[in-house]
């Protein structure tokens, strides 16, 4: 399975992932005499989030399709243009894990699960989940609370917000405990309580992220509601572990009240606001399809009338019964989607990577060509796109779009794999040789990565390429530290 939609590694690798945070992190502090002072700069909170950053991105399941971290990413900037100044700038990125959840660590990082981005109704719900992380970050309420310990390191910095993400990515009692565990042996003073944002942090979280929420343009009715969703589906599962973001934001039923209060003092111009939903809705086909449990989705469309369906629901249920092995009705959906809008980007890329999948070249290359056209950021489209065109030894094309791929997803293991091959098969054995060096670095696959590394070594002649395997060595020792 293309790992642009959701990476290899399961969420049970957590515990060993967080502790391999703490040695990357740890040379670097010790370096320092392990202290930092009593005061995190925003120079430190900009490293720290770096360094986490980069190690979510290389084990926790990310989504890589552009059109969603597109949509998500244009989300999260409009929210920004309510805050400015902000003193970092944000990148956000998307987790395939079906908990309704986000979080945003120090240096504005913000990462949004598909579970939320399934279950809102409107955008400006979504956006005032943004709005309220982003608020967190921007009053900088974690560094606040490490900052109270007076001796800060990274180390026990990076302790704290991995016991955090372990409690939120496992969404359970025994991983909040994991990382409470985790928190209290890496910085020795940390105590459970920051597991939690006080009531004092979600007040001002939640104000603050609601004037930005109105000054970008959205229906600030967004924010509660967003809540009370969480609060339907925490009702709904007997584990009462759903959904974890309520676990580190506490007092929600008090909060969606004094919420309610400040919108209803609001001018009726801010309430009447509508949304455009036509983009939230295409991306949750694709959530949904792809991401939750095929059995669960195909459901969904069952229990709605064919007669409703648009293109995308035919969409989402070929893709859903493709997951299924049951190729012909799958067809059948993808036909009818087709028929009712050729002209539909989605529709078209989801039809040409479903041909692909079930051994049609003929068919898939001109969908595929198509979807490519008409949007030039679609990673999927062109992954597949290329991957034809290697097939039939168009090895320049291929190459030029699998490069373009890996622009757009630079730490997709998978599109170094085939990008290596490709650039292998054209004549240009160094490149192919970094990139098979890159996907074992992506992969976790070390020893790999150092196999092919050599034999880049062999065959580099420039200064350039010289500068890029001492680049790729860097990264090969980063990661090495990672599984230690």
């Given amino acids: 399975m293309i790992t642009m939609i959701a990476m290899r590694t399961p969420l049970a690798v957590l515990p060993a992932l967080l502790a391999a945070l703490l040695l990357v992190v740890a040379p670097a502090t010790r370096a320092r005499?392990?202290?930092?002072?009593?005061?995190?700069?925003?120079?430190?909170?900009?490293?720290?989030?770096?360094?986490?950053?980069?190690?979510?991105?290389?084990?926790?399941?990310?989504?890589?399709?552009?059109?969603?971290?597109?949509?998500?990413?244009?989300?999260?900037?409009?929210?920004?243009?309510?805050?400015?100044?902000?003193?970092?700038?944000?990148k956000s990125a998307v987790i395939a894990n079906p908990l309704i959840n986000a979080f945003a660590i120090p240096g504005g990082f913000i990462y949004i699960f598909t579970g939320l981005i399934q279950d809102v109704e409107t955008e400006s719900q979504l956006a005032g989940v943004v709005a309220h992380e982003l608020a967190h970050v921007s009053q900088r309420h974690v560094v606040n609370r490490l900052e109270k310990q007076k001796k800060i390191s990274l180390l026990s910095t990076a302790g704290i917000l991995a016991g955090v993400l372990l409690g939120v990515a496992t969404g359970g009692s025994s991983g909040a405990a994991a990382g409470q565990a985790l928190m209290i042996g890496s910085s020795g003073v940390a105590t459970?309580?920051?597991?939690?944002?006080?009531?004092?942090?979600?007040r001002e979280a939640d104000q603050v992220g609601m004037n930005s929420l109105v000054k970008a343009g959205y229906n600030p009715e967004g924010m509660p509601q967003t809540f009370e969703i969480m609060?339907?589906?925490?009702?709904?599962?007997?584990?009462?572990?759903?959904?974890?973001?309520?676990?580190?934001?506490?007092?929600?039923?008090?909060?969606?009240?004094?919420?309610?209060?400040?919108?209803?003092r609001m001018p009726t111009e801010f309430t009447t606001r509508k949304d455009d939903n036509t983009r939230l809705k295409r991306v949750q086909v694709l959530v949904r399809s792809r991401m939750s449990p095929a059995n669960t989705a195909l459901a969904y469309w069952d229990d709605m009338k064919q007669a409703d369906y648009t293109a995308m629901d035919w969409v989402g249920r070929g893709i859903t019964l493709e997951r299924l092995k049951r190729i012909e009705d799958a067809q059948k959906a993808f036909n009818s989607a087709l028929a009712m809008d050729r002209n539909d980007q989605l529709v078209v890329r989801e039809a040409g990577i479903f041909y692909f999948k079930t051994g049609r070249p003929d068919q898939a290359l001109p969908l595929l060509q198509q979807a490519a056209i008409m949007n030039k950021r679609d990673a999927m489209a062109l992954f597949y796109l290329a991957r034809l065109q290697a097939e039939a030894k168009q090895y320049d094309q291929a190459a030029r779009n699998m490069s373009k791929v890996n622009e757009l997803v630079p730490e997709d293991w998978e599109v170094h794999q085939h990008l290596g091959m490709i650039l292998g098969e054209s004549g240009d054995p160094f490149s192919g040789n970094l990139h098979l060096a890159y996907s074992g670095v992506y992969s976790m696959d070390l020893g790999k990565a150092r196999r092919y590394l050599n034999q880049a070594q062999s065959l580099a002649t420039t200064e350039a390429q010289k500068e890029q395997l001492q680049q790729l060595s860097e990264t090969i020792k980063t990661r090495a530290a990672l599984k230690k």
Avoid at 44 to 72: A, C, H, L, W
């Fill in 33 to 90: 005499a392990d202290l930092l002072g009593d005061k995190l700069t925003l120079r430190d909170e900009n490293k720290m989030g770096r360094e986490f950053d980069t190690i979510i991105r290389s084990q926790m399941p990310m989504v890589g399709d552009t059109y969603i971290t597109d949509y998500v990413a244009e989300v999260v900037a409009r929210v920004v243009t309510g805050k400015r100044p902000m003193p970092y700038q944000i």
């Fill in 192 to 202: 459970a309580a920051m597991l939690h944002y006080s009531q004092e942090d979600e």
């Fill in 231 to 264: 609060l339907k589906n925490k009702w709904y599962d007997s584990s009462s572990s759903m959904p974890s973001y309520l676990s580190t934001h506490p007092g929600t039923e008090e909060r969606i009240g004094y919420l309610k209060d400040r919108i209803a």
